[in-house]
């Protein structure tokens, strides 16, 4: 099945820094990529997504890139705040149409010191 | 938007008891919903896929006599922990697939487990 491998967490950055999380996965033919946010004692929400090659997902400043040419779709901010902390999973999605599912990355914990 | 209200948000059950988890897409019908398993500061672990009217798939590894899952309708599914123990204590979240595919994916808030 398809993999996806995560920067390794956790990563703490002061506020206003700018912002880098590593996603590349594996995949046969190219799935929809999904950025998704766990904030503390909480479910996942879609951070943003790409669906084909070169599209840019993008949310509440946070930005994607879907690079068939590396497998990658790392997710980036420009200046990050304190509210921005949480867990991040990058998820492409596997399968056939009417099969589909999302594989996870192992999340990157992310805590942002004002 | 899409919700998915997920019932209870924390559950604290007897060894041997079950426990019943509900998954509920509030304004959309689902098509397919997911059950996963999170462990502390761990990633989710994909449990099994549910479509309405239909047996779940089990992901290789889940016991689907412990995990029983019921998918009766568009809106509901259901987990149910049977003989509960302290080694089931988790986070379980539910996920649904919106019918129209541009939707993407709707998590519940999670179920936190403890097994005593």
């Known amino acids: 099945g398809d993999s996806v491998t995560q920067m390794e967490g956790p990563v703490t950055l002061s506020e206003e820094a700018f912002l880098t999380i590593n996603c590349t996965y594996t995949?046969?033919?190219?799935?929809?990529l999904f950025w998704y946010v766990q904030y503390p004692g909480e479910g996942l929400q879609l951070l943003l997504k790409?669906?084909?090659?070169?599209d840019k997902g993008s949310n509440k400043g946070f930005e994607a890139t879907y690079r068939k040419e590396t497998t990658s779709f790392h997710l980036e901010k420009g200046s990050v705040q304190v509210s921005d902390s949480a867990v991040y999973f990058c998820?492409?999605?596997?399968?056939?149409?009417?099969?589909?599912?999302?594989?996870f990355g192992q999340g990157t914990r992310l805590t942002i010191n004002p | 938007g899409a919700v998915v209200s997920q019932h209870p948000s924390w559950v604290i059950c007897k060894s041997g008891t079950s426990v019943k988890i509900e998954c509920r897409s509030l304004?959309?019908?689902?098509?397919?919903m997911f059950w996963y398993r999170q462990f502390p500061k761990q990633s989710l672990m994909l449990m099994a896929t549910?479509?309405?009217?239909?047996?779940?798939?089990?992901e290789q590894g889940v016991e689907k006599d412990k995990f029983l899952i019921n998918h009766a309708s568009l809106t509901l599914s259901t987990l149910t922990v049977t003989s509960a123990h302290p080694e089931d204590s988790s986070f379980y979240i539910c996920?649904?697939?919106?019918?129209?595919?541009?939707?993407?994916?709707?998590f519940g808030s999670g179920t936190r487990l403890t097994v005593v």
């Open positions: 790409a669906t084909k090659a070169d």
């Open positions: 304004d959309f019908q689902a098509t397919t």
């Open positions: 996920s649904a697939k919106h019918r129209e595919s541009n939707y993407g994916y709707t």
């Open positions: 998820a492409p999605q596997e399968g056939v149409q009417g099969a589909q599912k999302l594989v």
């Open positions: 549910s479509n309405e009217g239909s047996k779940a798939t089990y």
């Open positions: 995949a046969t033919g190219y799935p929809s």
